[in-house]
């Protein structure tokens, strides 16, 4: 099993510009959810989906876009990139309940 | 939301035990105490949860106070893999039990 999985690993991209993270999961769980890590910092919520077809906002979800259209993958879409968004993003999945939440690898972006 | 409150930093001689406390006095009664951490360049990875016992696994345990406004994680004997920031996380119940992370504790681990 590969877990959870982002790509790409790293990405540069101008101001303006728009562009899609990837995560996809193989452990068939319900929840997933976005966070961005500002340097030095913990992560922070940005959105998040209890199941195919449902999303909700987190703690800071302005200029993200997502959705989830299956059960397996969940983009973050930058819709017009500022260099505020140079952080590292991951991307986690768990199953109800307490337990634990599986994190991806991350993705490294800048935006100059 | 019920936020945790963790000393900054924390040092340890290798092989020695470590305990990393967490203050969380406004816990709700049905708030899971969650414990991750994140190793350099990674993304955070579990360590342990409990709600009001005590609580042991291979990686490490979670002491509980009785009145559940502050926990203890415990790593019996600390190696150089355990330099982390370590997380203790209360599970955020509105935002469909995602996790909310504050700045955590960085531990450092001397050989």
């Known amino acids: 099993n590969a877990g959870v999985t982002q790509t790409p690993k790293f990405q540069v991209l101008k101001t303006g510009q728009s562009m899609t993270l990837q995560c996809a999961q193989d452990m068939n769980h319900e929840y997933m959810s976005w966070y961005r890590q500002d340097p030095g910092m913990g992560l922070r919520l940005i959105h998040y989906s209890v199941g195919a077809g449902i999303t909700d906002q987190g703690e800071v979800p302005n200029g993200y876009n997502v959705s989830r259209s299956t059960t397996e993958d969940f983009p973050l879409r930058l819709l017009s990139a500022a260099p505020s968004q140079t952080s590292v993003y991951f991307c986690?999945?768990?199953?109800?309940?307490?337990?634990?939440?599986?994190f991806g690898p991350g993705t490294r972006l800048t935006v100059l | 939301d019920a936020k945790t409150t963790q000393p900054n930093s924390m040092e340890s001689n290798e092989e020695e035990p470590v305990h990393l406390p967490c203050n969380h006095s406004t816990i709700s009664g049905t708030d899971y105490i969650h414990w991750y951490r994140q190793l350099p360049s990674q993304g955070p990875e579990y360590v342990i949860h409990g709600l009001t016992s005590n609580v042991n696994n291979r990686m490490a345990s979670l002491a509980i106070a009785e009145d559940r406004k502050s926990s203890t994680l415990i790593l019996h004997r600390a190696t150089l893999r355990d330099a982390a920031v370590y997380y203790c996380i209360l599970r955020d119940r509105g935002a469909g039990n995602m996790l909310t992370f504050g700045g955590g504790t960085r531990l450092m681990v001397k050989p």
């Open positions: 986690a999945t768990k199953d109800r309940g307490p337990g634990e939440q599986f």
